[in-house]
């Protein structure tokens, strides 16, 4: 079992900035491919940000240019930078890790953000 753990999350100004962590082992963060999704009330999960063990990263429409995926294997942590936040960004947020064929999560951070 791979234990996913999720921080960061908080209250902000549109406008502002929040950096999430995502921890796990060491080696499963290394290797895995990890994913941020987010999750607003009444709505279905969505894919914000993706960074493979190769370090390419990905990211949809809606986010790219404002936020930034990232890996610290040192750390064992994987970071979600995000600028510019709006309104529509506010929801919980949750980090996918698929690894060994397998996928797991963490048990997400709310990010609030205030118009």
């Known amino acids: 079992q791979v234990h996913v753990v999720e921080s960061g999350g908080g209250l902000v100004q549109a406008g502002g900035s929040l950096r999430l962590s995502c921890t796990a082992s060491?080696?499963?963060?290394?290797?895995?491919?990890i994913r941020w999704y987010r999750q607003a009330p009444g709505k279905q999960r969505e894919f914000v940000a993706g960074i493979g063990s190769d370090g390419t990263t990905n990211y949809p429409a809606s986010v790219k240019g404002r936020f930034t995926i990232s890996r610290d294997n040192a750390k064992s942590t994987v970071y979600l930078q995000m600028d510019s936040l709006k309104f529509e960004d506010t929801g919980v947020y949750f980090c996918?890790?698929?690894?060994?064929?397998?996928?797991?999560w963490g048990q997400g951070t709310q990010v609030t953000v205030s118009s």
């Open positions: 996918n890790i698929f690894w060994l064929g397998q996928n797991f």
């Open positions: 060491r080696s499963v963060l290394s290797t895995g491919a």
